[in-house]
């Protein structure tokens, strides 16, 4: 059974400077099988506007899947590389992901997913990034 959630989704870059980046959004919750999965519609203020993003959440991996006016598909497992293309109205990246820490705390009223990674862009150096999904469920 589908719920509505809260999404938070928060990204920093530790060894930077840099502002956290977050967005909260009303979304989808529901599980199918042994994965949970969110969705929601990307915004103006993530700059990803027309974009639906899909989160498919496994006990041991996460998956994160855009689709619409920016799209890719990211897979993280912990120690795990992943070299993903990600396409937007500006162009499309190569990047190259390293998970270094993967934590999944979910269940069927949300929860919390917690990731660390390096994330390489066309040969550039190394950034550290932590993202935090927190989901809300709320109850009609």
Same mark, same amino acid.
């Given at each position: 059974?589908?719920? *509505?959630?809260?999404?938070? $989704?928060?990204? @920093?870059? %530790?060894?930077?400077?840099?502002?956290?980046?977050?967005?909260?959004?009303?979304? /989808?919750?529901? *599980?199918?099988?042994?994965?949970?999965? $969110?969705?929601?519609?990307?915004? /103006?203020?993530? =700059?990803?506007?027309?974009? #639906? #993003? &899909?989160?498919?959440?496994?006990?041991?991996?996460?998956?994160?899947? @855009?689709? =619409? &006016?920016?799209?890719?598909?990211?897979?993280?497992?912990?120690?795990?590389?992943? $070299?993903?293309?990600?396409? &937007? %109205?500006?162009?499309?990246?190569?990047?190259?992901?390293?998970?270094?820490?993967?934590?999944?705390?979910?269940?069927?009223?949300?929860?919390?997913?917690?990731?660390?990674?390096?994330?390489?862009?066309?040969?550039?150096?190394?950034?550290?990034? /932590?993202? *935090? $999904?927190?989901?809300?469920?709320?109850?009609?």
């Amino acid at each position: 059974m589908k719920k *509505k959630a809260i999404v938070s $989704v928060i990204s @920093r870059q %530790p060894s930077t400077d840099d502002k956290d980046i977050e967005v909260v959004t009303p979304g /989808e919750f529901y *599980k199918k099988d042994d994965c949970y999965y $969110v969705v929601y519609k990307e915004t /103006e203020i993530s =700059g990803m506007e027309g974009t #639906t #993003t &899909t989160l498919k959440i496994y006990p041991d991996s996460f998956t994160l899947i @855009r689709m =619409g &006016t920016t799209s890719t598909k990211m897979e993280f497992e912990q120690n795990g590389e992943d $070299v993903v293309l990600y396409n &937007t %109205p500006y162009g499309v990246m190569e990047l190259k992901i390293k998970t270094k820490d993967l934590k999944v705390n979910v269940n069927d009223d949300g929860g919390d997913v917690l990731i660390n990674y390096n994330m390489i862009i066309s040969g550039q150096k190394p950034q550290n990034t /932590e993202l *935090k $999904v927190n989901i809300k469920t709320q109850y009609n």
